[in-house]
C-alpha cells in the first residue's frame, strides 16, 4: 500500500472512532431519560475518590423502602433550592431519615433526607464526560475554547 492510502485510511478509521464516541455519548446521555432515569453531572469533589468532578451519574428511581446504606442516592439537596445532591446513604435515623456523607467529607450532611425525596439510585458512572460543563460553571473558557491544550485533569 502507498504512504497516501496508509494516510487515508489512518483519517477513515480515526473519523470513525469519532464518530462512534459521540454516539455513544449520545446514547448514554438520552437512554437513561427514556427509562425515566437521570443523569446529572458530578460538580464537587465531595465523592471523591468514587466521583469525580466532571464524571456523569445516571441514577435510576427506586422504591423508597429499596434504598439501603452504602448507596449512592440523588436527592434534592436540602441547604440549596432546585439542586440535586449525589451523596452516600450513611444510616437511618430515629424518625426513619436517611443520613448522607460525601465520601470525601469528614462529618455527615448536616440535614437528614426524607426517603421519600430519593429521586433515584447512582446505577452508572461515565467518567469525565461532563468536563465542560464543570468548566462552565467555573466560567474556565480556556479549556472550553481549547480542551486540546489543557492538561489538567
Known sequence: ????????????????GVIA???GVVFWGIAPL???????TVMTGSMQPTLLPGDVVVSK???????RAGQVLLFPD???????????????DA????????????EPDSTAVARSSVVGVGYLRVPLVGLPVVWAAEHR???LVAPVSYTHL
Open 95 to 106: 424518625h426513619g431519615d436517611l443520613v448522607t456523607k460525601g465520601d470525601a467529607n469528614p
Open 141 to 143: 473558557t480556556v479549556p
Open 78 to 92: 436540602p441547604d440549596h433550592a432546585g439542586v440535586l445532591r449525589l451523596h452516600r446513604l450513611q444510616d437511618v
Open 34 to 40: 427514556a427509562l425515566g432515569w437521570h443523569t446529572t
Open 1 to 16: 500500500m502507498r504512504s497516501s492510502s496508509w494516510l487515508r485510511f489512518t483519517v477513515v478509521l480515526a473519523a470513525r
Open 61 to 67: 428511581p427506586v422504591p423508597a423502602h429499596d434504598v
Open 21 to 23: 464516541a459521540l454516539v
